[in-house]
C-alpha cells in the first residue's frame, strides 16, 4: 500500500520489496499492487548477496498459506545498533496510545472509539485516549473482539446515524462494549504488558501449508543475531528484546498447537472463519485453528 506512493515520491532511491507479494485471495502482479517498474526484487539472504552494505544482514521469510496467496516477511539486522527490524512478523502494545496518535487527527479517532453510546462526544483526556486505543487494538486485532463486545452489522445501527457529529463517520457504531471489567480482561490478555506477540492473522497465515516448518527455520536463523531490541512496523517500539524473548514468541509452532494467549472468545470468529468461509483458501495445518484461554465466566 506505501511502497509504490513512497517509490514514486523517491524515484532516485533503490527500492528492493520481496519477491512475492501478499494478496488474497488470488495473487496479483506487483503493478496491480501499485509497485512501480523499478522495484527490484529483495534477495532471500543477505548472505553471498548484501544489497544493503556491510552493516545490514537480511533473512527473508517466505510461507505459501494456500493455493492462491504467499505470505513474506523480512528481518533486517543492522550490526552497529544491534537493532532488529521486522514488518508484521512480530509486534507488542501496552494500553498507552503511541506518541504519534497525538496528533489530532489521531485524537480524534481515539474518542471515537471511546464512545459509549453513538452520538457521545467524549472528554478529551488522558483516560478517554487510553480507553479508545484499547478498543483500537482488540477490534483490529480480532475483528469481533466478542469476549467484551456485542456486534451489530444490521440495520439498527444506521438507524442512529448523525451527518454532523464531529467525529466522523455519522457516529456509525456496529458495537456495544459489555462492560469495563470484560474490556480491560481482553484487553490485558491480549496485551499482557507489553510482551511481544504475533497478529492473529499472520499467525493463521505462518501455520498453514507446512505447519510452521519454514516459519521456525526463520526464527532460527534470525535469532543468531546478537540483536538487543527489535522495532516492529506496528505499535510499540523499540521493544528491549533479545533473540531468547524473540524465539518464544514462536513457541506455539514447537509445542504443536496454535494456542494463543488471548481471551478465546475473541478468537472465536477467525476460528470459524478458518474452519468454514476461509477453509477452501487455506491448507490445512497441523497445528489446528486459533485456541485461546478461558477469561472470566
Not at 472509539?113 to 452520538?119: E, G, K, L, S, V
Not at 457521545?120 to 480480532?142: C, M, Q, S
Not at 463486545?149 to 457504531?173: C, E, I, Q
Not at 471489567?181 to 490485558?188: G, L, M, N, S, Y
Request: aromatic content about 12%.
Amino acid at each position: 500500500v506505501l511502497a509504490g506512493p513512497f517509490a514514486r515520491k523517491f524515484p532516485n532511491a533503490d527500492l528492493y520489496v520481496v519477491d512475492q507479494q501478499y494478496s488474497f485471495p488470488l495473487n496479483l502482479p506487483d503493478r496491480a499492487l501499485g509497485l512501480p517498474p523499478w522495484a527490484k526484487p529483495l534477495p532471500a539472504s543477505s548472505s553471498g548477496s548484501n544489497v544493503f552494505g556491510d552493516e545490514f544482514e537480511h533473512e527473508v521469510l517466505t510461507v505459501k498459506p494456500g493455493v492462491g496467496s504467499m505470505y513474506q516477511d523480512v528481518a533486517l539486522f543492522h550490526r552497529p545498533s544491534k537493532t532488529l527490524l521486522v514488518c508484521d512478523a512480530l509486534f507488542a502494545t501496552t494500553d498507552e496510545p503511541p506518541p504519534i496518535l497525538q496528533d489530532p487527527e489521531y485524537v480524534q479517532a481515539l474518542l471515537f472509539h471511546a464512545r459509549d453510546y453513538p452520538t457521545e462526544i467524549v472528554p478529551d483526556t488522558p483516560e478517554a485516549r487510553r480507553k479508545g486505543w484499547r478498543r483500537i487494538v482488540l477490534l483490529f486485532n480480532f475483528f469481533f473482539p466478542l469476549h467484551s463486545a456485542t456486534v451489530d452489522l444490521g440495520l439498527k445501527p444506521l438507524l442512529n446515524l448523525s451527518p454532523s457529529y464531529p467525529y466522523g463517520w455519522a457516529a456509525w457504531m456496529p458495537f456495544s462494549w459489555k462492560s469495563p471489567e470484560k474490556e480491560r480482561e481482553a484487553f490485558d490478555a491480549y496485551a499482557q504488558n507489553g510482551a511481544p506477540t504475533i497478529y492473529t492473522i499472520v499467525q493463521i497465515i505462518l501455520s498453514r501449508g507446512d505447519s510452521g516448518r519454514l516459519t521456525q527455520e526463520w526464527v532460527e536463523k534470525v535469532t543468531r543475531w546478537d540483536f538487543k531490541r527489535v522495532v516492529p512496523q506496528h505499535l510499540d517500539a523499540p521493544l528491549n528484546i533479545g533473540p531468547q524473548r524473540f524465539r518464544e514468541t514462536y513457541a506455539f509452532i514447537q509445542k504443536g498447537q496454535n494456542l494463543v494467549r488471548y481471551c478465546d472468545d475473541d478468537v472465536a470468529f477467525l476460528r470459524a472463519a478458518e474452519e468454514g468461509p476461509l477453509n477452501f483458501s487455506v491448507y490445512p495445518s497441523s497445528l489446528g485453528t486459533l485456541r485461546g484461554m478461558s477469561c472470566g465466566d
